[in-house]
């Protein structure tokens, strides 16, 4: 239906991939823990909900900025079966590495808050713990691979989980 490496194409590859993998993890897997029922606030601090609301809303947003910048700029998807043509270090990545994990957990720690379901809080961590286990076997030796010395610069200047609290700035000419 589309010619391989058009923007197409990597718009509606990423669409199919963000149904099938951040909407379940963060969307499919914590209704069918908790059913997205209300309970009385977690900590019972002013603004709980607020907050939760607030990493819910900024998760999805960065997400879908994320996915946007994965399809537009490096010409592929997050997903393995049709990846990138370019390394993508710009918005969020100029910060992180990792920014749609990071995301997707945001968006579970939120959805803790603003429902007050203390049994998301345990699914969060499991994420963490998976994301970090796949990024290090999986995703980092297959970047390397692919990109070779400007993933290494990139993994000198930008962090894997912490954010930089500066953009980082890439020199030379392949600035996507």
């Known amino acids: 239906?589309?010619?391989?490496?058009?923007?197409?194409?990597?718009?509606?590859?990423?669409?199919?991939?963000?149904?099938?993998?951040?909407?379940?993890?963060?969307g499919a897997v914590p209704f069918a823990l908790v059913g997205w029922t209300m309970q009385p606030p977690l900590i019972g601090l002013p603004g709980e909900r607020l907050l939760g609301a607030f990493g819910i809303g900024v998760g999805l947003a960065c997400l879908v900025d994320c996915f946007a910048r994965f399809a537009l700029e490096g010409r592929g998807t997050p997903g393995p079966v049709e990846q990138t043509e370019v390394l993508v270090a710009s918005g969020l990545y100029r910060f992180v590495r990792n920014p749609m994990y990071v995301c997707v957990v945001t968006i579970v720690v939120g959805q803790a808050l603003l429902l007050a379901q203390a049994r998301l809080l345990p699914y969060a961590g499991l994420l963490l713990v998976t994301f970090h286990l796949f990024v290090r076997l999986y995703e980092e030796p297959s970047l390397r691979r692919r990109f070779g010395e400007s993933y290494e610069t990139y993994c000198l200047h930008v962090r894997r989980w912490w954010p930089r609290l500066t953009p980082w700035r890439q020199s030379g000419a392949s600035s996507t």
Do not use: D, H, I, N
């Open 1 to 26: 239906m589309f010619e391989k490496g058009t923007r197409a194409r990597a718009v509606v590859g990423s669409f199919a991939f963000f149904l099938v993998a951040p909407a379940v993890v963060a």
